[in-house]
């Protein structure tokens, strides 16, 4: 065992007892080391530093591998260790004259610094290790019988020998298991290649200890995470309640005003009609004729103020979606080719019909072209993709457009009812269109190429 530091100096005491006092005074400060973070990748990485530091177990590498229990397999996480002898004595020199013990090195930003990706780690990162006696080798035997190996033929086991020897060399080697809670969690695997120091039964005894304390602080890590994601996944729950209450609130507040509104609407607008018919032309036939016309605007309006605000009722039937794009923009066929917009169609000709309500999601579609045909002012292109994916039993629509996409501070609104960047705009045709996809189980993401156009892809479930 190399120095430790505890800060006592146990020169007085006889051999033996320093000795016993210098491994306790490791063992107690790589458990300190341990618990300045709770982050895994960081714990990893003081644990990989413990093991091959100078002033810790001071092997001249270690890879550390951590069971997959739901793959039955065990991954490689960090490796650590120089790339020649060279660099090897070089790093020993410069660690000698820092003279650091390993807390003050944990905690010191250099060491944050000094995880540059090596050799060895790309290696060990890229090892998976199947959990079975013969063909994962010694790495997995270290976790199916929970007992430390010290090797001294490296060419006994062939799975090293094959993954790791062959690609950053190797020689007499020791593995022990991580426990946690009882379990074997993960496997260091140490050699001393450079050094060609012989591998201690008292050397795998400690390092034994040691690897038992870190499985309960890689443990600890882990559940910590789980608790980070459940609580992330409860936030994100939250806001989506609130933001659904704030559309029920902002829903049942424009039905009301709707209501109110249409009424005196609908008598003005009467009237209006009535003395349009009796006047012929006089300046007085002109305005009427504005009233009438800004009349029938407003109506539109409350429309489609009132179908967002009203729970819709589903027709269910079997459709081909593909039917119902080229019904949408057969609505729009003129205009678009007025505007020089190019309609590009990939349609998968063999996809499952999806149960929906027809004039629904044809309303999604006429909303989605409408907005792409007002960001293409210029012309442009609008792409019609359909597919579907057997194994998620969805189907798959997606319209594009080359309209200059959408200023990434805003992204996160379009979906909320009456936001709009339009001059004549209500900003209620995603908001709908949203609502609807939702009723049918479905999903609407957007892909923006800001600069050059956006995606809606959409996502319908169907069953056989
Ligand atoms: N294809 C698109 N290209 C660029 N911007 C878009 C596109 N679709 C939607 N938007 C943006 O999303 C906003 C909200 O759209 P929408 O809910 O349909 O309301 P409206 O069209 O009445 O503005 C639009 O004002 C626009 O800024
Ligand atoms: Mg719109």
Redesign the pocket.
């Known amino acids: 065992m190399r120095k430790a530091y505890l800060g006592l100096s146990p020169k007085s005491l006889p051999p033996e007892q320093t000795e016993l006092v210098l491994k306790l005074s490791l063992l107690h400060e790589t458990s300190q080391a341990m618990m300045t973070t709770i982050k895994l990748d960081d714990l990893l990485h003081i644990i990989i530093t413990a093991v091959t530091m100078e002033g810790g177990f001071g092997f001249n590498r270690a890879m550390l591998f951590l069971v997959n229990h739901s793959a039955h397999t065990l991954e490689g996480m960090i490796g650590m260790g120089p790339e020649s002898a060279e660099d090897a004595r070089r790093i020993w020199n410069e660690f000698a004259q820092k003279k650091v013990g390993l807390l003050e090195w944990v905690l010191s930003p250099e060491r944050i610094l000094s995880k540059v990706r090596s050799r060895v780690d790309e290696i060990c990162k890229s090892i998976i290790v199947p959990l079975h006696p013969i063909d994962g080798g010694i790495l997995a035997r270290t976790v199916l019988e929970k007992t430390y190996f010290n090797v001294s033929d490296e060419k006994e086991d062939t799975f090293i020998w094959e993954n790791i020897y062959s690609k950053v060399g190797g020689g007499p080697f020791a593995t022990v298991p991580i426990i946690a809670k009882g379990q074997a969690t993960g496997v260091i695997k140490v050699d001393n290649i450079y050094n060609n120091k012989p591998i201690s039964e008292e050397d795998i005894k400690m390092l034994t200890i040691f690897a038992s304390q870190a499985g309960m602080a890689i443990e600890n890590s882990r559940l910590y995470q789980t608790m980070e994601l459940a609580h992330q996944e409860l936030r994100e729950a939250q806001e989506q309640m609130l933001h659904a209450e704030k559309l029920v609130a902002i829903g049942e507040m424009s039905a009301s005003i709707a209501h109110e509104i249409r009424t005196p609407l609908v008598s003005i607008g009467g009237f209006a009609r009535r003395l349009c018919r009796s006047h012929q032309f006089d300046k007085e036939k002109e305005f009427l004729e504005i009233i009438v016309k800004e009349v029938d605007r407003l109506e539109a309006i409350l429309n489609q103020v009132l179908v967002f605000s009203k729970e819709p009722f589903l027709n269910l039937l079997p459709y081909n979606l593909n039917q119902i794009v080229e019904d949408s923009l057969h609505v729009f066929s003129d205009e678009l080719r007025q505007d020089n917009i190019n309609v590009i169609k990939e349609l998968n000709p063999n996809l499952p019909l999806v149960f929906c309500d027809y004039p629904q999601i044809k309303q999604v579609f006429i ?2 072209i ?3 045909r ?2 293409m002012t210029a012309g442009g292109y609008l792409k019609f993709k359909s597919c579907f994916s057997e194994d998620d039993k969805m189907v798959i629509v997606e319209v594009e ?1 080359t ?4 200023m990434p501070k ?1 992204i996160g609104n ?2 909320n009812p009456f ?4 001059e004549k ?7 709908i269109t949203h609502k609807i996809m939702l009723h049918h189980h479905g999903t609407i993401l957007v892909k923006n190429d800001y600069g050059k ?2 995606t ?1 892809i959409l996502h319908f479930p169907f069953r056989e």
């Open positions: 909303n989605l409408a907005n792409a007002q960001a457009d309209g200059g996409g959408i805003i379009i979906f936001f709009t960047t339009k705009g209500l900003g209620l045709g995603l908001s156009g956006t809606f």
